[in-house]
């Protein structure tokens, strides 16, 4: 007992504690890259109870609940414009087929919906009914996702339409193409493989691939979704990462629930005829679970140097706080003094080799300081460092007093008796330092 209860412990101390203690430069690539993936799953999940995901996916399933109907009304009218209607229909039967008799209902609810506007002034107050519905679900989705990034302003009214209406438009179609994109390619195969009988010994492998492709329907669609929802620039490759992970788990939870039923024959003895509706809020709460999982898989992703604890620079001292001070504003100085553009943040913290909360902290101290100011180039939000007063000013004295004085003054009780034969006697320190040989320019030492 004893035993598993000690391996227990080491396994609780490694993911809390000695998987961030482990320096990625001294593994191989192969180990440094799965340590990073198992950390940023850390990360997701620290962070995922941290935002309150669960209660986010809750509010998201109750306009989800509400805009159902509007939803699919506004994509079989878009579909329709292409011509793709049917087939739109045939192919979410499909992907839904656990929830048919719910989405059976919502089918017919929006064919008479979208069959009852078709002109007057009650059908522009429809379209506007519809229109609204949609806005407002992508609206709280990017709420949610703004959250998780920790971006505190949204998009103006017009990127919001524009957006989300592009986002609305390209789904549809891409639903149907990648159906489409299936049958044409596997009757070719089979074509190819009658004449050419070496390709017959590939066939199986192909159409094994083909089985996949409609996997990555949904891979794509939750891709789009992290890429061009959050209110900030996400980049490519996590947004793609997180949506094959959540993809893969939302495709998952269907096979599950088709396979076993859960809940089923309980939901039915209770709820009777109207057992459908709630099995179908379980199923569409924990698929905006999944959704907001990989939205906070590739913030992390994106931010890992941000988010990894730091535990080798844990409760240092003012000294090694002073060190670290002195280091970042001579590594912004040489980069002003040679012409360079100013580092941001990540820059420091690669370039330095420090912690990303560190060097946040560092800054901040700086800038109180008066040694160094933010500004913005291109990217308005994007912060680049510089020095904020004349270089040839700053030498190591300069700065260990701005540094120790930075913040407000002492107050008027602590010029007593007590106090100030100290007080002199720092000001002496301080001027012999100034005058000392030794006291350089940070950009010279």
């Known amino acids: 007992m004893e035993i598993i209860q000690s391996k227990i412990n080491q396994i609780q101390y490694f993911f809390e504690s000695g998987i961030w203690e482990i320096e990625e430069k001294t593994l191989p690539k192969t180990k440094k890259f799965l340590l990073i993936q198992l950390r940023i799953l850390l990360l997701s999940g620290k962070g995922f109870t941290k935002n309150k995901c669960v209660l986010r996916a809750s509010a998201l399933t109750f306009y989800s609940l509400l805009s159902i109907v509007p939803i699919i009304a506004m994509a079989f009218g878009i579909a329709k414009g292409f011509g793709l209607e049917g087939a739109l229909e045939r192919e979410m039967k499909e992907e839904f087929g656990n929830q048919a008799s719910v989405f059976n209902q919502a089918f017919d609810f929006a064919h008479n919906l979208l069959n009852n506007t078709s002109g007057g002034v009650i059908a522009g107050l429809g379209l506007l009914l519809l229109l609204y519905s949609v806005l407002k ?233 008066k040694l160094i100011s933010d500004v913005r180039i291109s990217d308005k939000k994007t912060k680049y460092y510089q020095p904020a007063l004349d270089i040839s000013k700053i030498d190591l004295g300069f700065a260990l007093r701005s540094l120790e004085r930075n913040g407000k003054k002492s107050g008027s009780h602590l010029n007593g008796e007590k106090f100030q034969p100290f007080s002199n006697v720092l000001e002496e320190v301080e001027k012999s330092v100034l005058n000392h040989p030794s006291n350089r320019l940070l950009k010279d030492i």
Not at 319 to 333: D, G, N, R, S
Not at 341 to 362: A, C, Q, R
Request: proline residues 4%; positive net charge; charged residues 15%.
């Open 137 to 369: 679900l992508f609206n709280n989705i990017e709420d949610s996702f703004n959250a998780i990034w920790d971006i505190q302003k949204g998009r103006t009214l017009i990127r919001k339409f524009t957006d989300y209406m592009t986002f609305m438009i390209i789904s549809p179609v891409l639903f149907v193409l990648a159906s489409s994109v299936t049958v044409f390619i596997s009757s070719q195969i089979e074509i190819l493989t009658q004449r050419f009988e070496l390709l017959g010994f590939f066939g199986p492998v192909i159409f094994f691939l083909l089985e996949l492709l409609p996997y990555s329907i949904i891979w794509l669609l939750l891709s789009l979704l992290y890429i061009v929802i959050p209110n900030i620039n996400v980049k490519i490759q996590h947004g793609i990462t997180a949506g094959i992970i959540a993809g893969t788990a939302y495709q998952a939870t269907q096979w599950f629930y088709i396979n076993f039923q859960f809940g089923v024959a309980k939901a039915n003895a209770i709820y009777g005829s109207f057992a459908a509706l709630p099995l179908f809020l379980a199923w569409l709460q924990l698929s905006w679970l999944i959704v907001l999982f990989g939205a906070q898989f590739s913030c992390c992703a994106q931010h890992y140097k941000k988010f990894v604890p730091h535990t080798k620079l844990k409760d240092v001292n003012p000294y090694t706080e002073k060190l670290i001070a002195l280091v970042v504003c001579q590594f912004i100085i040489k980069k002003f003094a040679a012409g360079e553009k100013p580092p941001t943040i990540f820059d420091l913290s690669k370039g330095l080799d420090l912690p990303f909360k560190v060097m946040e902290n560092t800054l901040k101290v700086l800038m109180k300081s």
